[in-house]
């Protein structure tokens, strides 16, 4: 039989879990004309298992291919939920920008849209010699970034934007993409306090990214003064 979830949840965003599973959708989701579904690793997606079960009854599905990790999807048939979402942009969310999601959700639960968001395509990374760290949202080439501006007008901090085509060493094909990052520490501590703020308590996400957070931010206080730098990694 079709799991089925009232397109109300969607329509009319109350609750932190309805906000994360769009920010994740948004990463990692794919909406076709009848099925909204996401993919990823087991050990990821199966810490929100119970956030994306919240707020409806999900398909689940499992697979291991020789070489991968086990991967998990949670997927849900519903021509009203994708039609809902395509008003949004999410049939075309590679190319467009994700304004009009946020204009929908209501502020004050922006920061687990950008949760989701961050735990699908973001990427913390850090030099403990230094304390230098930066953080990085990837998408394709063709990515509207005009997004951006409302957690940058909000926190005070700035993405810088980087396009470029690479070359995979192994397949030795070319691929194009477009990331957004920030370097300045200070930037880097608003922005992760901010979308992970109150995560011990409601359990609303991954839980890699936040604690490498907490590792650099720890690992700062062991560094004499005069070797914490500014550069950017």
């Not at 579904?37 to 291991?64: C, M, N, P, T, Y």
């Not at 913390?124 to 970034?145: E, G, P, V």
């Not at 934007?161 to 995979?168: A, R």
Request: hydrophobic share 35%.
């Amino acid at each position: 039989s079709k799991i089925k979830i009232k397109p109300d949840i969607f329509l009319n965003v109350d609750r932190p879990e309805t906000a994360y599973v769009l920010g994740l959708l948004w990463s990692d989701g794919h909406v076709s004309n009848k099925v909204v579904s996401i993919e990823a690793k087991e050990s990821d997606l199966s810490e929100v298992r119970d956030v994306f079960h919240s707020i409806g009854d999900w398909g689940e599905h499992r697979r291991q291919r020789s070489g991968w990790k086990p991967m998990l999807c949670l997927s849900v048939t519903s021509m009203e939920i994708c039609e809902l979402l395509h008003k949004f942009d999410y049939k075309s969310k590679s190319g467009a920008s994700a304004c009009k999601i946020l204009n929908h959700i209501p502020e004050h639960l922006h920061k687990y849209w950008w949760r989701g968001l961050f735990d699908g395509d973001g990427c913390f990374t850090y030099n403990h010699k230094i304390f230098a760290a930066r953080i990085q949202i990837s998408s394709c080439y063709l990515q509207d970034w005009e997004y951006l501006s409302h957690i940058e007008e909000k926190l005070g901090i700035k993405f810088h934007i980087i396009n470029g085509k690479y070359i995979n060493k192994i397949s030795g094909k070319t691929s194009s993409g477009s990331s957004a990052y920030i370097g300045n520490r200070s930037s880097i501590i608003k922005f992760m306090e901010y979308v992970y703020e109150g995560h011990e308590t409601d359990k609303i996400g991954f839980s890699r990214k936040i604690l490498k957070f907490k590792t650099w931010r720890e690992e700062k206080r062991k560094l004499p003064h005069h070797k914490i730098k500014n550069d950017l990694l």
